[in-house]
């Protein structure tokens, strides 16, 4: 979603600001711009479209500003056009604006200051505010002030970065809602959604909270809150390396991170599993271990992705903890007047840790009296630090808009956090071990099937022309064949449904013919006849039939068009295996349809907004 860049220092600021634009490429965006503050003036250059297309508008050898702001807009109030993007000015031209977020009260706010005689050339709430902005500047003189009184009348969410024409020696930033974090370095400060565009330059960071500024000069900073208090913004440690954001020699992101869940979920289980004990250790959960033995029932809240893992973790945690647990969209719960009480766990997953619906869901819980824990890859982003307790996934920055390996390491910390409370209840010592060393063994099971990648290329090819595809997995694996099938739309645009196995003949069957590809997840376990009987229903309709099977499954061949092997585990591990071919699938098929994989249409790779 928006991308923010604002620098203060003494280097020449449009570069560095652009190339922390490039870094942020990945949220999703569908315009650019930049503003420097050159000899007093503003000057802005913004286009509909890619960086580069902003970046063809500058000519870096006559610009000397050591001031300015950049943004990817990913639009929400009016089209994606060269006029909607960001920066936004004020009528003066001399507040300059970029801003992540919705101002909800933008339409009275822009009929006031029309009727003042205010003039607007875009269809944007963020040109309210600069707007907004802007006129109070004219009434009080004072730059700093003006932006608190404005942000303390404005409803809705703002992360944002706000220049002045008279004033080159500062950057304000702010938040409420949409992430911001300021980098610290030698004399200079660079204020960004995103540590991606600041690892580059420092790796010391402030994450702001909501309701907090931070106002930026050459020779200092402080950090305060809207309301004008100051605060001491604690210093955090960046906690990846730049190489980690290079696609390191694969095509795209996603393929890379496709490739890295052997390490990412080794790195999910590390120094957690306690295999001779048969238990776990996961020392982020100390805080809530007493409100964990006495939950009486676990709500997990994520969105996308996310949430198909938490469907996996439902399974998980009522098999071994034996711990009623719902698992909600994250949008819905927040807005159904949901029934919380002061012993419900609540359990916030995500990757990024800045959804706006999860984040908005976890309040409601925490406000209602609930525990709150997090499972989120994003160390320091908001979900992170607004959970009483929490496991990080350890994952590594995930570029690619198609979540992958955010999904494994999620089963991953999913799986721990099941044995440990399924320990705190009915899980024995030897159970335990069983599924500590079935864990152990994922990694090296993961990098097996990725040696397969070819076969199932081969496979991708014969139906990438399809413009449907049907996924069906039972138990554990219902929720795979749900990600399966978000994967393959997301990223080829082919229409993708996911059913449970059974579901099929209450009406998906009715779509089955000679032209339906149906991927059905078939490995063996307690459900295996009944998915057979599935697959059976599927033929005899003259349905294809890829099936992922579990090594030494000879018979199914019998049945399928295209067999894909895993090798066999329990089968409450099998998510974290039969995803991967589901993986590779889409990603060739969309390969061959020559498709934007990284950024694909429409979507963006954090949703800040609702
Ligand atoms: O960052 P989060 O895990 O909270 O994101 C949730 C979803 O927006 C995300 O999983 C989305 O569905 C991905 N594009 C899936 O590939």
Same mark, same amino acid.
């Given at each position: 979603m928006c991308g923010i860049v604002g620098y203060i220092g003494h280097r020449q600021a449009a570069p560095i600001v652009m190339e922390g634009l490039k870094r942020m490429e @990945?949220? $999703?965006y569908d315009s650019a711009g930049l503003c420097v503050l050159e000899q007093g003036n503003l000057l802005v250059y913004k286009r509909a479209g890619k960086v580069s297309q902003t970046e063809s508008l500058l000519d870096y050898t006559t610009m000397h *500003?050591?001031? #300015?702001? $950049?943004h990817t807009r990913w639009a929400t109030h009016g089209e994606p056009n060269d006029i909607n993007a960001h920066p936004h000015t004020d009528n003066s031209g001399k507040i300059s604006l970029i801003h992540n977020g919705i101002i909800e009260n933008y339409s009275s706010l822009k009929k006031k200051l029309i009727s003042e005689g205010y003039t607007f050339s875009s269809d944007t709430d963020t040109e309210v505010l600069a707007v907004f902005i802007g006129h109070l500047y004219e009434r009080? +003189?004072?730059f700093e002030l003006a932006v608190r009184s404005a942000l303390s009348e404005v409803d809705g969410t703002f992360g944002l970065a706000v220049l002045c024409a008279d004033q080159p020696d500062t950057l304000i930033a702010a938040r409420r809602g949409s992430p911001? !974090?300021?980098g610290i +370095?030698? $004399?200079? @400060?660079i204020a960004a959604s995103d540590a991606a565009a600041i690892i580059q330059h420092t790796r010391q960071v402030i994450y702001l909270n909501d309701d907090e500024m931070a106002v930026m000069h050459r020779s200092g900073y402080v950090t305060k809150t809207i309301d004008d208090r100051e605060i001491d913004g604690e210093i955090h440690e960046i906690d990846f390396d730049i190489e980690q954001m290079e696609k390191g020699g694969f095509d795209h992101f996603m393929l890379k991170e496709i490739y890295e869940q052997p390490a990412t979920f080794k790195d999910a289980i590390r120094g957690r599993l306690l295999v001779e004990d048969g238990n776990v250790k996961l020392g982020g959960l100390r805080p809530i271990e007493d409100k964990l033995r006495k939950a009486r029932r676990i709500i997990i809240l994520a969105c996308g992705t996310s949430w198909h893992s938490g469907l996996v973790g439902e399974y998980m945690i009522e098999q071994l903890a034996r711990i009623p647990v719902e698992v909600e969209y994250a949008s819905e719960f927040r807005y159904r007047s949901p029934v919380i009480y002061s012993d419900d766990v609540i359990i916030a997953i995500s990757q990024s840790g800045e959804t706006a619906d999860t984040m908005a869901a976890m309040k409601e819980a925490k406000l209602k009296g609930a525990t709150v824990m997090g499972i989120v890859n994003v160390v320091g982003s908001t979900i992170a630090r607004e959970s009483h307790a929490g496991v990080y996934t350890h994952a590594g920055p995930e570029i690619g808009v198609a979540s992958t390996k955010a999904f494994t390491s999620q089963i991953a910390v999913l799986s721990l956090l099941a044995l440990h409370l399924g320990r705190m209840n009915q899980v024995s010592q030897t159970q335990g071990k069983v599924i500590a060393e079935a864990l152990r063994a994922i990694p090296d099971q993961i990098e097996k099937i990725l040696q397969t990648s070819d076969a199932i290329k081969e496979i991708a090819l014969q139906y990438s022309h399809v413009t449907n595809f049907l996924y069906l997995g039972r138990g554990f694996n219902f929720p795979v064949a749900l990600e399966g099938a978000l994967k393959l739309k997301e990223i080829s645009y082919i229409h993708a449904e996911g059913y449970p196995a059974a579901e099929m003949k209450h009406g998906p069957i009715a779509l089955i013919d000679e032209n339906m590809p149906v !991927?059905?997840? #078939?490995?063996k376990d307690e459900v295996y006849e009944k998915v057979i009987s599935g697959i059976q229903e599927v033929r005899a309709r003259r349905g294809k039939v890829i099936a992922i099977a579990t090594e030494g499954d000879m018979s199914i061949a019998e049945y399928a068009d295209h067999v894909?092997?895993?090798? #066999?585990t329990l089968p409450m591990l099998t998510p974290a295996l039969t995803v991967i071919p589901l993986q590779i699938l889409a990603y060739a098929i969309a390969a061959q349809r020559g498709c934007d994989i990284d950024k694909p249409r429409n979507l963006a790779k *954090? !949703?800040?907004v609702e």
């Open positions: @990945y949220r $999703g *500003s050591t001031l #300015a702001i $950049g009080t +003189g004072d911001i !974090v300021i +370095g030698d $004399g200079e @400060y !991927v059905i997840i #078939a490995t894909i092997y895993i090798p #066999a *954090s !949703v800040t």
